[in-house]
């Protein structure tokens, strides 16, 4: 499925793990407030008064207004209760879901046949699109027609074995295979000057359009003479990508590292799984226009 992602479902059921944890030991910290029972009582004047019945008990005895701890109390336990039995349905859900999804990858599907069928990773590609398809064959066709640029800076193995020039690199390219986003490595795009490889391609299935992500890892080298050469030289590139309909944070997009060779994965992660998350709906672009 195109728009879905497996991973997305795991990551927010560990979160529902770790807020039932936290609003069961909530509970547990209010738990002598259990049965209580609250009515209020609206004055001439607005305020909100409180009176509070006890377990066992037939009458309600006044407790004052809504900063008082006992009625702030009771109200926190109650939303958490009514919170952690959300948190329980959507778990049961997910879990549900988990169970029984199974991605229509070629490694899914190999997995789920004896040995002797399966096929090599390159060859078992399923067309259940064929329009994406269709771009990932001419693009690898297009990128065939050109030398690769600087074979033997490619010293970094990628989980698939695909070679690539840094780490960062790598993590790009598991997550585009993570978050189902189809990509392409380093293909050629001729300018009027040039021939510039951006480090990749990928496809914005929704609305079928590409978009180049270029990961500017040197963009805070510890070396200032080195830095500013660093972001010169890529600022000129910018222009290159205009003049080829490229535009910074609109088909144009970044991701940064720190210095010293180092790069937070889970930035990298956001910047791409945003490329398997549909655009805002026509409503919404119409409601923005009038603000």
Not at 69 to 85: G, N
Not at 218 to 238: G, P, V
Request: hydrophobic share 35%; glycine share 4%; with cysteine.
């Amino acid at each position: 499925m195109r728009y879905t992602s497996k991973y997305s479902v795991e990551y927010d059921l560990e979160q529902h793990y770790l807020l039932r944890k936290q609003f069961q030991d909530n509970c547990k910290i209010l738990s002598g407030y259990d049965g209580f029972c609250l009515k209020e009582k609206n004055l001439k004047q607005g305020r909100t008064f409180y009176s509070i019945k006890k377990p066992g008990e037939s009458a309600f005895a006044y407790a004052g207004d809504a900063s008082t701890p006992d009625v702030l109390a009771i109200k926190e336990l109650r939303y958490y209760k009514e919170l952690l039995a959300l948190i329980e349905q959507n778990i049961v859900t997910m879990e549900d879901f988990l169970d029984v999804y199974r991605l229509t990858r070629a490694d899914t599907i190999n997995d789920l046949m004896p040995k002797v069928y399966r096929l090599p990773r390159n060859d078992a590609r399923l067309a259940l699109e064929p329009e994406i398809d269709r771009w990932l064959r001419d693009m690898q066709a297009r990128k065939s027609r050109f030398p690769v640029f600087n074979p033997s800076g490619l010293t970094c193995i990628a989980f698939d074995g695909t070679k690539m020039r840094s780490r960062a690199e790598c993590v790009h390219h598991e997550a585009f295979y993570i978050y189902n986003v189809p990509s392409i490595f380093e293909l050629p795009y001729e300018t009027e000057k040039d021939v510039l490889s951006p480090d990749f391609t990928a496809l914005d299935v929704f609305v079928m359009e590409p978009k180049i992500v270029e990961h500017l890892g040197n963009w805070f080298h510890k070396d200032l003479i080195k830095r500013r050469q660093y972001r010169s030289e890529s600022i000129d590139r910018w222009d290159e990508f205009r003049w080829l309909g490229f535009y910074p944070e609109v088909n144009l997009l970044f991701t940064f590292g720190m210095g010293d060779s180092l790069f937070d994965a889970q930035a990298i992660h956001r910047k791409i799984a945003m490329l398997a998350s549909p655009p805002p709906s026509e409503e919404t672009i119409n409601m923005l226009k009038r603000l």
